[in-house]
T-cell receptor
Framework: EDKVVQSPLSLVVHEGDTVTLNCSYE??????LLWYKQEKKAPTFLFML????IEKKSGRLSSILDKKELFSILNITATQTGDSAIYLC?????????FGKGTRLHILP | DTAVSQTPKYLVTQMGNDKSIKCEQN?????MYWYKQDSKKFLKIMFS???????INETVPNRFSPKSPDKAHLNLHINSLELGDSAVYFC?????????????FGSGTRLTVV
């Protein structure tokens, strides 16, 4: 049974659209939630979230965590073709990290 | 029935020792990877093997040597461990090289060098 579930698995939108990627989790001793962008080699670190309700922003990307409902969202506004990638969510539980299967985002020009 | 399993999960060892981390995947994937996660949560790729053949070998000290006895296994051997080697090491697999589909990560091995 997957402890970190991302949705949708795949998403195709046009440039300029706004997208919302979801990550829900079910762990016992939550420590943090991480978002990564994976293109060709190593995933690029985006955000680390530990507290509910505090939005983290980096340019057109933002993310927020809800520890009560056990989920996080990653928003990308004004999408560009360079945003095409797999976005990975990972949850730190105790001393281990559990990755979701990722959302494959494809931006059409 | 874990898809990508790493052993051990935790490893505490002294400087100068030699240690190995094992990784096995039961997904039938052709490509396996080793990543190092630093204290800032950045993931850096170290090695990639496709069907037992080395594909990616990033700038990693020679003390790190991957070994792939078959396509389901990719082990990481580290010689003469240093304090800076302390990190979480992740193994991952994918159906084939270059795909972004189906990446599956192991749960990590936390290495502490004292």
């Amino acid at each position: 049974e997957d402890k970190v579930v991302q949705s949708p698995l795949s998403l195709v939108v046009h440039e300029g659209d706004t997208v919302t990627l979801n990550c829900s989790y079910e762990v016992t001793n939550f420590r943090s939630l991480l978002w990564y962008k994976q293109e060709k080699k190593a995933p690029t670190f985006l955000f680390m979230l530990t507290s509910s309700g505090i939005e983290k922003k980096s340019g057109r990307l933002s993310s927020i965590l809800d520890k009560k409902e056990l989920f996080s969202i990653l928003n990308i506004t004004a999408t560009q073709t360079g945003d095409s990638a797999i976005y990975l969510c990972a949850v730190e539980e105790d001393d281990k990290i559990i990755f979701g299967k990722g959302t494959r985002l494809h931006i059409l020009p | 029935d874990t898809a990508v399993s790493q052993t051990p999960k935790y490893l505490v060892t002294q400087m100068g020792n030699d240690k190995s981390i094992k990784c096995e995947q039961n997904l039938g994937h052709d490509t396996m990877y080793w990543y190092k996660q630093d204290s800032k949560k950045f993931l850096k790729i170290m090695f990639s093997y496709n069907n037992k053949e080395l594909i990616i070998n990033e700038t990693v000290p020679n003390r790190f040597s991957p070994k792939s006895p078959d396509k389901a296994h990719l082990n990481l051997h580290i010689n003469s461990l240093e304090l800076g080697d302390s990190a979480v090491y992740f193994c991952a697999s994918s159906p084939y090289t270059g795909t972004l589909y189906g990446y599956t990560f192991g749960s990590g091995t936390r290495l502490t060098v004292v």
